[in-house]
């Protein structure tokens, strides 16, 4: 692992510990911030939406949902035409 430089201003001290510290990093050692366990794997297919699930969630969610906002203006209007009927 080699680490850049972008900036001439860093001292040769603050270049040491980088360099050292991406050493440790890439050696999979402790360093003193983090412990790399094992080195990542990218997977054999990128993720991908699962689109029947997504519509289906969605039309379930649309039918509670709708059902309850039916029911809640209907009951409000009973409470409403309540007291009229008497």
């Known amino acids: ?3 850049i430089v972008v900036d001439d201003a860093w001292n040769d001290d603050t270049q040491e510990i980088l360099t050292e510290l991406g050493k440790r990093a890439a050696e999979g050692r ?4 983090f412990i790399v366990l094992d080195e990542a794997i990218a997977p054999d297919e990128p993720a991908k939406p699962r689109i029947g699930l997504v519509m289906l969630a969605s039309l379930m969610l649309g039918l509670i949902g709708g059902t309850f906002i039916v029911l809640a203006r209907e009951g409000a209007a009973d409470v409403r035409e309540a007291p009229k009927k008497r």
């Open 30 to 33: 402790e360093t003193e911030n």
């Open 1 to 3: 692992m080699e680490l």
